[in-house]
C-alpha cells in the first residue's frame, strides 16, 4: 500500500484514524490537510476556490498552508537525516513502520541534544464536543461538523 495509495486513503485506513476521538482527545486536536483529504473535525482542509473566495478565506487558507509545509519541512529534514526512509522495501510493512517510528525519536533526540539537520541534506486549551460527530452522523453530517470547526479557527484567527 504505501507509496502506490493516496495519503486520505492510508490515513482513514489507519490506527490513528481509528481511534481518532482518543488520540485527538474529542476534537481537541486536529490535523491541518490539503484538499485531497475530506472536511471533516478531525482533519481541516483548505477553502475550494469556486470563483467567490473571499480575502478572509484566502488568508486562512494562506494559514493553514503555512502549517502543512512547517509539517513537510519536518518529514523532510527527518528523511534527510536517515536517507533510508526515502529508499526503504516497503515489502514488509510493519517493518517499515517500525524504521519510520525509530527514525523519527532519534530525529527527536537529536534536535532535543541540538545535533541539527545540515543545510546540504535534503530536506526536500481546548475542551469543546461540538464539532465531534456521533457514530451514526452521514458524510453531509460529519462534513457540516468540519465546516462549523474551520469556521471556528478561522474566528480564532481574527479573519
Same mark, same amino acid.
Given at each position: 500500500?504505501?507509496?502506490?495509495?493516496?495519503?486520505?486513503? %492510508?490515513?482513514?485506513?489507519? @490506527?490513528?484514524?481509528?481511534?481518532?476521538?482518543?488520540?485527538?482527545?474529542?476534537?481537541? #486536536?486536529?490535523?491541518?490537510?490539503?484538499? *485531497? #483529504? @475530506?472536511? +471533516? @473535525?478531525? +482533519?481541516?482542509?483548505?477553502?475550494?476556490?469556486? *470563483?467567490?473566495?473571499?480575502?478572509?478565506?484566502?488568508?486562512?487558507?494562506?494559514?493553514?498552508?503555512?502549517?502543512?509545509?512547517?509539517?513537510?519541512?519536518?518529514?523532510? $529534514?527527518?528523511?534527510?537525516?536517515?536517507? %533510508?526512509?526515502?529508499?526503504?522495501?516497503?515489502?514488509? %510493512?510493519?517493518?517499515?513502520?517500525?524504521?519510520?517510528? $525509530?527514525?523519527?525519536?532519534?530525529?527527536?533526540?537529536?534536535?532535543?541534544?541540538?545535533?541539527?539537520?545540515?543545510?546540504?541534506?535534503?530536506? +526536500?486549551? #481546548?475542551?469543546?464536543?461540538?464539532?465531534? @460527530?456521533?457514530?451514526?452522523?452521514?458524510?453531509?453530517?460529519?462534513?457540516?461538523?468540519?465546516?462549523?470547526?474551520?469556521?471556528?479557527?478561522?474566528?480564532?484567527?481574527?479573519?
Amino acid at each position: 500500500m504505501p507509496g502506490s495509495t493516496h495519503d486520505s486513503r %492510508v490515513l482513514r485506513t489507519s @490506527p490513528l484514524w481509528n481511534n481518532r476521538t482518543t488520540l485527538l482527545e474529542n476534537g481537541a #486536536y486536529f490535523l491541518a490537510a490539503d484538499s *485531497g #483529504y @475530506p472536511l +471533516t @473535525p478531525y +482533519t481541516i482542509v483548505p477553502f475550494s476556490d469556486d *470563483g467567490t473566495m473571499t480575502a478572509r478565506r484566502r488568508e486562512f487558507n494562506r494559514a493553514l498552508s503555512h502549517e502543512c509545509v512547517l509539517a513537510e519541512n519536518g518529514i523532510g $529534514a527527518v528523511k534527510g537525516r536517515f536517507p %533510508v526512509l526515502r529508499q526503504m522495501n516497503v515489502a514488509n %510493512v510493519e517493518h517499515a513502520c517500525l524504521l519510520t517510528h $525509530a527514525a523519527f525519536i532519534l530525529n527527536a533526540l537529536c534536535d532535543m541534544h541540538h545535533d541539527d539537520v545540515m543545510a546540504d541534506w535534503d530536506t +526536500t486549551e #481546548y475542551d469543546d464536543d461540538r464539532y465531534r @460527530p456521533d457514530d451514526d452522523d452521514d458524510e453531509e453530517d460529519v462534513r457540516n461538523l468540519g465546516e462549523v470547526r474551520r469556521q471556528h479557527l478561522m474566528q480564532q484567527l481574527g479573519l
